[in-house]
């Protein structure tokens, strides 16, 4: 793919997922990585899960923000910014 994309910036990308990872590998139950995404809808079923399992569903949060992390910048915004994938 070619880097002149409507909307791509790499630097803006990168810190959106080091932001995005860190927050869901340190804040999990929150859901914040998820409102930083734009998934309003997603992020509130995460924390009314997380809410009602005490704290267990945000395992999924946990695992997410890894995935964020070690994913490079441009399949980060391919996958989650330009498709809008809300889980994993």
């Not at 990168?14 to 929150?30: D, E």
């Not at 998934?39 to 399992?53: C, H, M, N, P």
């Not at 395992?59 to 399949?75: D, N």
Request: hydrophobic fraction near 50%; charge should be neutral.
């Amino acid at each position: 793919m070619d880097d002149i994309t409507i909307g791509y910036n790499e630097e803006d990308v990168r810190t959106k997922k080091v932001v995005c990872g860190v927050l869901a590998i340190v804040l999990p139950w929150f859901a914040i990585h998820k409102f930083i995404l734009g998934y309003t809808r997603t992020a509130i079923i995460q924390l009314i899960l997380s809410f009602v399992t005490f704290g267990l569903f945000s395992i999924v949060s946990f695992v997410e923000g890894i995935i964020y992390l070690t994913k490079s910048e441009r399949v980060f915004y391919d996958t989650y910014i330009a498709n809008e994938k809300k889980w994993f």
